[in-house]
């Protein structure tokens, strides 16, 4: 399930930098995170960098877009061709993610 920027957003941009998968981007005047590119950081950390960096809580679950942990390990490795790190820690079942805190 991708993360979405509610209108609470105070556009301070603290979310881009903080994403593993650079699904965060601006559009028009809004930050946005894209659907295709989050992976609830599932691959890189065990929590939403972007829910950690906000300071006004406004990347939130978006339950129009359900997926489970399988499809998110299929979705970041997609994501990272090259990363052997990661393709060596979802080989060893060493897969940092919200999932399994
Ligand atoms: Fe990026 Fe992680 Fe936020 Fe998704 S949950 S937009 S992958 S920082």
Redesign the pocket.
Known sequence: M??FITDDCIRCGA?EP????E??GFRGDIYV?HVE?????VGF?DA????EACPVDC?VSDPDHPESEGDLVRKVLALHPDDESLRRRVEEADVPSRYRR
């Open positions: 991708a993360l979310c903080a994403c593993p998968n699904a965060v995170i590119r989050c992976t609830e950081c950390r939403p960098a972007c829910q990347c």
